[in-house]
């Protein structure tokens, strides 16, 4: 059973940084697509970012909001995926969501197979 367990979130004044952490088991990260979706109080879900499976080069794609603030990578040896969030904005607050599918480079959600339960973050003004 596939299980993807977020952590890292909490409250930041805008400036700051979280570093958002995805622990995964019974899937091995470099072998599937990972991504980081978000969702704010009344809005849709949306993609961050995502990472490719290590055999097509571990390419990545972001949110063009994010591009040169947020970093994905991960760490083959933890099975873990992270979100480097720097320079945080009031409108990044979002619940973050950690995921996983089978597919190269999508941002569509309903192309990832296997969820978190997400994490709050909360950038004050």
């Known amino acids: 059973q596939v299980q993807l367990v977020e952590s890292g979130g909490g409250l930041v004044h805008a400036g700051g940084s979280l570093r958002l952490s995805c622990a995964a088991s019974?899937?091995?990260?470099?072998?599937?697509?990972m991504g980081w979706f978000r969702q704010a109080p009344g809005k849709e879900r949306e993609f961050v970012a995502a990472?490719?499976?290590?055999?097509?080069?571990?390419?990545?794609k972001y949110l063009d909001s994010v591009k040169g603030r947020f970093t994905i990578s991960r760490d083959n040896a933890k099975n873990t995926v992270y979100l480097q969030m720097n320079s945080l904005k009031p409108e990044d607050t979002a619940v973050y969501y950690c995921?996983?599918?089978?597919?190269?480079?999508?941002?569509?959600?309903?192309?990832?197979?296997?969820w978190g339960q997400g994490t709050q973050v909360t950038v004050s003004s």
């Open positions: 995921a996983s599918g089978p597919f190269l480079g999508t941002v569509i959600s309903d192309h990832y197979d296997y």
């Open positions: 019974g899937r091995t990260v470099s072998n599937y697509l």
């Open positions: 990472i490719n499976w290590s055999g097509s080069g571990s390419s990545t």
